[in-house]
């Protein structure tokens, strides 16, 4: 019984590479197909997880915990700023955020637009984003409103190459601006905009420079943990409807 099953399983065998010297460029085709098919999702899921970590990254270079806050019927002041900060102990960083657009940045002949900010320190805090050269704002440049600026590494290398430009003097509109802090390099967004490309300023140089009076695009703010931004949306929502 078992040397017949053996007869028979070497005759099938004897079978098929006979066929298959019959049919050599089919069998040849037949075996590229199955490795360029297998190939094929195993590229395409090594892409997938790909996109999917840096989805993941672009999102936590915003900050996990962070929310942005914006009011449609009218703009937010500096008072609602220090009211929605003390709202909640699970706020863990504030900072306004003045959106001033693309302003002229000028070094000697070396001109571009360039976006302009006006944030505070817990921006940078929020999002994790440490300095490759220099420092952040002090309180004295904050209360002041003081002409300093902290970049981007892209804005470095337009107008400065690979020097470092702390303590040097960019123009902004005209007006002069110290160089005090260039941020490490962030990239893209998932748009693919250069997050690089930006100039920061206190929020209160852009309401005493370029805004007029002492209100804000919006408010950035981030928890200690991801669990606490539901109740601190819900804190917010509260606020701004009463």
Not at 208 to 214: N, S, V
Not at 225 to 235: D, F, G
Request: aromatic share 10%.
């Amino acid at each position: 019984m078992m040397f017949d099953s053996y007869i028979k399983a070497q005759s099938v065998f004897s079978s098929a590479v006979k066929a298959l010297r019959r049919n050599k460029i089919r069998s040849l085709l037949t075996s590229i197909g199955i490795i360029i098919g297998v190939s094929s999702v195993i590229i395409m899921t090594g892409l997938a997880n790909s996109a999917r970590n840096a989805v993941k990254q672009k999102i936590i270079s915003y900050g996990a915990n962070a929310m942005s806050i914006g009011w449609s019927l009218r703009p937010l002041t500096d008072r609602n700023y220090s009211d929605i900060k003390e709202l909640s102990p699970f706020i863990q960083y504030a900072s306004p955020y003045c959106d001033l657009d693309d302003k002229k940045v000028r070094r000697d002949r070396l001109v571009d637009q360039i976006k302009l900010v006006g944030v505070n320190n817990d921006f940078f805090y929020m999002r994790d984003w440490h300095m490759m050269f220099g420092r952040y704002f002090d309180d004295q440049e904050i209360s002041g409103s003081q002409n300093v600026a902290i970049i981007g590494v892209s804005v470095q290398r337009t107008f400065f190459g690979g020097y470092n430009s702390v303590g040097n003097i960019i123009f902004i509109n005209d007006t002069p601006y110290q160089i005090i802090g260039i941020l490490d390099e962030t990239g893209t967004n998932l748009s693919g905009k250069d997050i690089d490309k930006i100039i920061m300023i206190p929020y209160t140089t852009a309401f005493t420079r370029f805004i007029g009076k002492r209100e804000m695009s919006g408010i950035h703010l981030s928890t200690y943990e991801e669990s606490m931004v539901s109740p601190v949306t819900a804190s917010v929502t509260q606020y701004l409807r009463t």
